[in-house]
Nanobody
Framework: VQLQASGGGSVQPGGSLRLSCSAPRFTLNYYAAGWFRQAPGKEREGVACSSSDGSTYYADSVKGRFTISRDNAKNTLYLQMDSLKPEDTAVYYC?????????????????????WGKGTQVTVSS
């Protein structure tokens, strides 16, 4: 399963970016999927996750600033990031897992996700 993440870049504090994740040969709509990030020297962490039933989970550090969404017709997962801060700087990854029945927060633990895309760099700096 190949996931393709895009949309990263460099932005000033307070700016916005939107990340996209597509899966050409996998139906993302059926499964939980999410966004994770890893900053240099830090462990990978779950940022925002979405279950197939529409429920969402956000890390406390991004609540109110980031929004995860899906476009099922396009089989694409998005992460709208607003009010970006320097501490949001990291490589961002999308991931999914072909299982059912667990909580959305379960899927936002990176070790519970099976399929990963290559990361996209987000840099927030003045």
């Amino acid at each position: 399963v190949q996931l393709q993440a895009s949309g990263g870049g460099s932005v000033q504090p307070g700016g916005s970016l939107r990340l996209s994740c597509s899966a050409p040969r996998f139906t993302l709509n059926y499964y939980a999927a999410g966004w994770f990030r890893q900053a240099p020297g830090k462990e990978r962490e779950g940022v925002a996750c979405s279950s197939s039933d529409g429920s969402t989970y956000y890390a406390d550090s991004v609540k109110g600033r980031f929004t995860i969404s899906r476009d099922n017709a396009k089989n694409t997962l998005y992460l709208q990031m607003d009010s970006l801060k320097p501490e949001d700087t990291a490589v961002y990854y999308c991931a999914t897992d072909p299982t059912f029945g667990y909580s959305t927060s379960y899927y936002c633990n990176y070790y519970n996700m099976t399929y990963w895309g290559k990361g996209t760099q987000v840099t927030v700096s003045s």
